[in-house]
């Protein structure tokens, strides 16, 4: 994964990191997680977790966000911090569910 953000832009909070994840999905790319099954998406956070943890250097310096998706653990059933991440990205991709429009 090309290293997309730099050190000063690294996001300290679960949503700040939420909402870069949703500014790079395409509207059909949200439908269809909005749509998924947990074991879709468990999957899906299988791919992607590795890679999200070191664009986002969640254990390689960046303890904002680690203490951020700590202090969100009362929220999301996980433990894993990029796994809090997914699972608020998820809840806020169902919450705009209604406001998709799809072609």
């Known amino acids: 994964m090309i290293d997309r953000y730099p050190d ?3 996001p300290s909070t679960v949503e ?3 909402n870069i994840l949703v500014s790079d999905l395409t509207t059909q790319q949200m439908d269809a997680m909005g749509k998924m099954s947990d074991e ?3 999957q899906l956070c299988g791919e992607l977790v ?3 943890q070191h664009d986002f250097r969640l254990w390689a310096g960046n303890e904002r ?3 951020s ?3 969100n653990m009362d929220s999301i059933t996980s433990t894993d911090p990029m796994r809090i991440i997914m699972e608020a990205m998820r809840l806020r ?3 705009m569910d209604d406001i ?3 072609v």
């Open 8 to 10: 000063y832009f690294l």
């Open 16 to 18: 700040e990191a939420v």
């Open 40 to 42: 879709e998406f468990d």
């Open 50 to 52: 590795p890679h999200l």
């Open 65 to 67: 966000l680690l203490n």
């Open 69 to 71: 998706c700590f202090e």
């Open 93 to 95: 991709i169902r919450s």
């Open 100 to 102: 998709f429009i799809t």
